[in-house]
């Protein structure tokens, strides 16, 4: 039979499910299984074992009107909506399944959990999800294993850069451009930098075009700038050739955490306890403090950054040190 399985997210969602979406694809061996979501992500949805990936834009009518057509042809008998928005409800519906998943109990859902769940990490929400199913829990993140060419591509990376063999630690200091207040200030990032690289570990400053401005100012202090050069697959690859990776709570961070790297990111604005990458939470920095967690895109003025600025790089260093990473 036919198997639909919905996540639409951003590129973090979309990981955090992966080892959901693994145990249903081995709940259901043998049957066709697809994986919806958004064009974006498809490079990563890819890399998911056992599923197939079909993907519509996020927004517009017309988007909405091809999936809806797209999810309807396909006949699916069980629909597991991992996303719970108002357009994948929508999309559950016009699949006419007869058996249709999710973590709530508003129609059209027939299985969801009975217990509250919103005080958990969505790892763990999904898994009540599961158990709903009838489908063994998933018991830690999923791994992601980037193919033979992009392995290759870093490969050759390395080579032209002079990293062949050299000991790496992997730098993202951006964050979404919506959500300036997750980013640890530049000059903390650019002292952690310095005094990695001095003990002979070159640092790789990874991150989009966006990020452009802010990692060649950091590359001109330490470290190597490697803006735009790595697609999603290959940063898992290239992730394979480190030790560590600092990063504020964004993208990244999940992705380098399933490729297995030790992962160390800062949380201020966001809940860690909600938004830490899976198996990661050990390696948080964060302060408590009255106006943290805030959600608040900018910080104000009068709270003056306060759950970031007081993270000083002595705590990172220290951090790392302990953990024999420097």
Same mark, same amino acid.
């Given at each position: 039979m036919r #198997?639909? #399985?919905i996540k639409l997210g951003a590129l973090g969602d979309l990981l955090i499910s992966g080892a959901h979406v693994e145990r249903i694809a081995a709940h259901h061996s043998g049957d066709e299984i697809w994986l919806l979501t958004s064009p974006a992500l498809v490079e990563v949805a890819r890399l998911f074992p056992g599923v197939r990936v079909r993907a519509f834009p996020r927004r517009g009518v017309r988007a909405m009107a091809a999936a809806s057509a797209w999810v309807r042809r396909m006949r699916f008998e069980? #629909?597991? +909506?991992?996303?719970?928005?108002?357009r994948s409800r929508w999309l559950t519906w016009v699949s006419g399944a007869r058996r249709r998943v999710a973590l709530s109990g508003r129609f059209p859902y027939n299985v969801w959990p009975r217990h509250d769940h919103r005080h958990l990490h969505p790892f763990d929400r999904l898994n009540d999800l599961l158990e709903a199913a009838g489908i063994g829990p998933a018991t830690a993140a999923c791994r992601l294993v980037p193919g033979e060419e992009a392995r290759r591509a870093v490969g050759r990376w390395l080579s032209a850069a002079g990293l062949v063999g050299a000991p790496l630690a992997l730098f993202h200091a951006g964050s979404s451009p919506r959500w300036l207040s997750k980013?640890?200030?530049?000059?903390y990032f650019a002292a952690v930098a310095r005094e990695v690289e001095r003990r002979g570990i070159r640092v790789v400053w990874i991150g989009t075009a966006a990020e452009g401005d802010l990692n060649r100012d950091l590359a001109a202090v330490a470290g190597v700038d490697a803006t735009g050069v790595f697609s999603p697959e290959t940063l898992c690859a290239l992730a394979g050739h480190a030790r560590f990776a600092l990063v504020? +709570?964004?993208?990244?961070?999940?992705?380098?955490?399933s490729s297995g790297l030790p992962v160390y990111a800062f949380f201020g604005p966001t809940d860690w306890r909600r938004c830490h990458a899976v198996g990661q939470a050990e390696r948080i920095f964060?302060?408590?403090l009255p106006c943290a967690p805030c959600y608040l895109p900018v910080c104000p003025t009068s709270r003056a950054h306060a759950c970031m600025r007081k993270l000083e790089p002595e705590i990172v260093l220290e951090r790392l040190q302990h953990d024999a990473l420097i």
């Open positions: #198997v639909l #399985v069980v #629909v597991y +909506d991992l996303q719970g928005s108002d980013r640890w200030p530049p000059a504020n +709570d964004s993208g990244p961070m999940h992705l380098l955490a964060r302060l408590e």
